[in-house]
């Protein structure tokens, strides 16, 4: 069986980023101008959602175009697109549905809709039917979890919600969609395309009129809302600002009484070590040329 992780860095085949035009490369510079300067890395993410929503997948030539605009490795790179399950290694339908069959929603009848499917579009886990990416092909895959076990069992196709499916409702939808129909889900924005809710992944809004206005939440998700409205309870505030000092405060420790965190401006270091290098007593320039390995200081604390 072919190695899909290595397949994304192959020798022979590393990728080319020019196939990616400049409006692609606009958006991925509007991408990365959300973080803070010098952590373009934390923009991979949704980096990878934007080359996906180009090809229908991440393919060779988006992990370079990444690895190129970010300047980091295509190891690296294809490290984390192997990792996240919503990163495709190999081209999708223009609908993915996805059956949850984690415990709540397998048990109600997942399992069973999971297998209704696979049989109806002859098609295993992140298989396609149809030609990939073209009007009405699906890739039906299974879900460990979609967030929804109060409406469970649920099925997503493109990540918006059809709940309390039957293997009857499930292979109606699907039917719909071999047919160029596009049902409206039971909460969230109209379909679109996978590439279209790819782009959208990536931080970009869905400006039709009628996914702005869409309902995002159904009568089980409220229950709790309103019955806690009935009761008079609510969830206790976040302090508006930094209690003052007190007198309890002398008697902190230090640890306890130091802030939680410091930003770069004050201590001139990175805000997260994974951004870049922090200065240590090794790769200090002051620190003494040629001292031993045992008398770095802080070594062994």
Do not use: W
């Not at 996805?98 to 297998?115: A, F, M, P, Q, R």
Request: glycine letters at 8%; a negative charge; charged letters at 20%.
């Amino acid at each position: 069986m072919a190695n899909t992780r290595l397949s994304l860095i192959d020798i022979e085949r590393p990728g080319d980023p020019s196939v990616f035009g400049a409006d692609v490369l606009t958006s991925a510079q509007e991408i990365i101008g959300r973080y803070p300067a010098g952590q373009s890395r934390s923009a991979l993410l949704p980096m990878l959602h934007l080359v996906q929503s180009e090809q229908g997948y991440v393919s060779a030539d988006g992990i370079a175009f990444c690895a190129d605009v970010l300047d980091l490795t295509k190891a690296q790179v294809a490290a984390v697109a192997t990792f996240y399950t919503m990163y495709k290694r190999k081209p999708t339908g223009e609908y993915l549905v996805s059956v949850c069959t984690n415990t709540l929603c397998g048990v109600l009848g997942g399992d069973e809709i999971y297998k209704t499917l696979s049989e109806l579009l002859g098609v295993g886990m992140n298989e396609t039917a149809g030609t990939p990416g073209e009007a009405g092909s699906i890739t039906l895959e299974h879900a460990e979890c979609l967030a929804a076990c109060d409406y469970a069992p649920v099925v997503t196709v493109n990540y918006e919600f059809f709940d309390n499916q039957t293997t009857t409702s499930a292979t109606e939808l699907v039917g719909e969609l071999r047919q160029g129909r596009r049902p409206l889900p039971t909460r969230g924005a109209p379909l679109c395309s996978f590439k279209e809710i790819s782009r959208q992944i990536a931080g970009f809004v869905d400006q039709r009129p009628e996914a702005l206005n869409a309902e995002a939440t159904g009568p089980q998700t409220e229950v709790g809302v309103k019955l806690a409205a009935q009761r008079g309870e609510r969830a206790p505030a976040y302090p508006s600002a930094e209690p003052a000092a007190s007198a309890e405060s002398s008697t902190a420790t230090p640890a306890a009484a130091a802030p939680a965190a410091e930003d770069k401006a004050a201590t001139g270091q990175p805000t997260s070590a994974h951004d870049a290098p922090l200065t240590t007593a090794v790769s200090d320039p002051a620190h003494p040329a040629g001292q031993a390995d045992d008398e770095t200081p802080g070594k062994g604390e």
